[in-house]
């Protein structure tokens, strides 16, 4: 899964559809409350029980496929008369295929090891006390995000598998296709022995709803927005509540005197053509001057043919004749489109001082065949995923083989990088005694 994000205009903002009867706090408070209501009955659900929840929300996907599909256009017609951009369009674009993907996604969760209850570790104390510590889920998790549809289905099945309670809140701009999912989810769930409320959907979409939220702690564990920079900034401004970010990529890739400039050719234009929307997609080329010229007259090529729209610095412009001069504002920027930033550098700590400056500490790479220099480079790079020799897009919970995301976490704490079943849990001590007291 990858996390893929709407530019910052198409942030948190009003629906003209008729809203849920209930005043805003009051919606928010009951749902809440159901949420937090099924924590409990929710945490101590088997392993069998939530595999056969997942299979049966999968299934229902495909079977109510039509009704989705008429979700989703309403949505679509809605945004085109709005937005008008058709990239944009192509994220919240539901098809036969990709229903069929998101269930498919959540089978491949019902695959994994569930990890609530697995043991950490137990030792035994002089005073023959047995203390461990073993996974738990967090409890409720907010998740506030502007994407695809199908990370309602992704979210809602990493959160049930690890035995953690849900509430979404997608971005207006999905609302019709996001309810017609966390519907089929959350009734097919409860049919498999799932406690209501466990997959709790947001279906307001006035902001202040999203700010009262941020704020309920009494009901909410951990916040979990994905987004560009105006969501972070309203999540960080109003949370009272934990957050993990999972924020904007704005990711290099850094191609060294020594690099083998096939490989290098190869990895740079898969990170920036593949897929260029997402937030693991290389924005900004860094390329050491003595290998600028043999590199990137044939790269130029062949991004332009790919309808690359390049902006370099002096020296790519005089290497590559389509490049336009590139802005300040461009080496620091999320393009999440076919448009890349390229600067030649004298060497490896221009290179490094120009990441820490203009990067999001999302995904770096250098593409070298020295040893030293790819080791300074995984020590010094501050990043969630530092790569050697590979594409940024590979920083992704499929391709790190953790089987699903929630997203790539940019947080310094509990989790950073993608965020698998493993890391939507945290540890409690448990301790066995036989009598043994404090003197």
């Known amino acids: 899964m990858e996390s893929e994000k709407l530019e910052e205009d198409e942030q948190i903002e009003e629906s003209p559809e008729d809203q849920p009867e209930l005043d805003p706090a009051a919606y928010l408070e009951a749902l809440l409350q159901k949420a937090r209501q099924a924590m409990r009955p929710l945490s ?16 229902g996907l495909e079977e109510q496929s039509e009704q989705l599909l008429v979700a989703n256009a309403q949505d679509l017609e809605a945004f085109a008369e709005k937005q008008g951009n058709q990239a944009l ?10 229903i069929t993907e998101m269930a498919n996604g959540i089978r491949t969760i019902a695959a994994l090891r569930d990890p609530v209850g697995e043991s950490l570790g137990l030792r035994q104390l002089p005073n023959g006390m047995q203390v461990g510590r073993i996974r738990v889920p967090i409890g409720v998790i907010g998740i506030v995000y502007e994407s695809r549809p199908n990370v309602t289905a992704d979210a809602a099945a990493l959160c049930l598998k690890s035995g953690n309670v ?11 296709s996001n309810t017609a999912i966390a519907e089929i989810l959350s009734t097919t769930a409860q049919q498999a022995g799932i406690p209501d409320g466990a997959i709790s959907f947001i279906e307001r979409t ?10 309920q702690d009494a009901f909410i564990d951990l916040i979990i927005p994905r ?3 105006s969501l972070m900034e309203t999540v960080t401004t109003h949370a009272t509540i934990p957050v993990i970010k999972h924020d904007k990529g704005v990711c290099h890739i850094f191609v060294d005197a020594d690099a083998d400039l096939d490989m290098a050719r190869k990895i740079c234009f898969n990170a920036k053509v593949q897929r260029p929307s997402t937030c693991n997609a290389v924005e900004t080329l860094l390329v050491h001057q003595s290998v600028a010229r043999p590199l990137l007259e044939e790269l130029g090529k062949q991004l332009v043919e790919a309808k ?30 076919l448009i890349v930033s390229i600067k030649v550098v004298k060497d490896i700590d221009q290179a490094m001082a120009h990441i820490e400056r203009y990067g999001s500490c999302h995904t770096e790479a250098i593409v070298t065949k020295n040893y030293s220099r790819a080791m300074r480079f995984l020590r010094e790079v501050d990043a969630s995923a530092v790569m050697v020799n590979a594409s940024t897009r590979l920083n992704d919970g499929y391709q790190f083989g953790l089987g699903a995301e929630i997203g790539i976490s940019t947080t310094r704490i509990h989790a ?21 007291i404090r003197e």
């Not at 919240?92 to 295929?97: D, K, M």
């Open 308 to 337: 690359v729209e390049i902006r370099g610095c002096r020296k790519t412009c005089s290497l590559v004749p389509e490049a336009q001069p590139a802005s300040e504002d461009d080496y620091g920027q999320e393009f999440l489109s």
């Open 416 to 436: 950073r990088g993608p965020m698998g079943l493993e890391d939507l849990t945290c540890a409690k001590y448990i301790v066995q005694g036989a009598g043994q």
């Open 89 to 98: 369009a192509d994220r919240l674009t539901l098809t036969p295929e990709r």
């Open 44 to 59: 101590s659900v088997s392993t069998v029980v939530k595999n056969k929840a997942l299979f049966a929300m999968a299934a």
């Open 206 to 215: 006035e902001r202040e709803t999203v700010i009262d939220l941020l704020k």
């Open 227 to 229: 987004g560009g920079g």
């Open 166 to 176: 849900c509430v979404l809140r997608g971005g207006s701009e999905a609302i019709h």
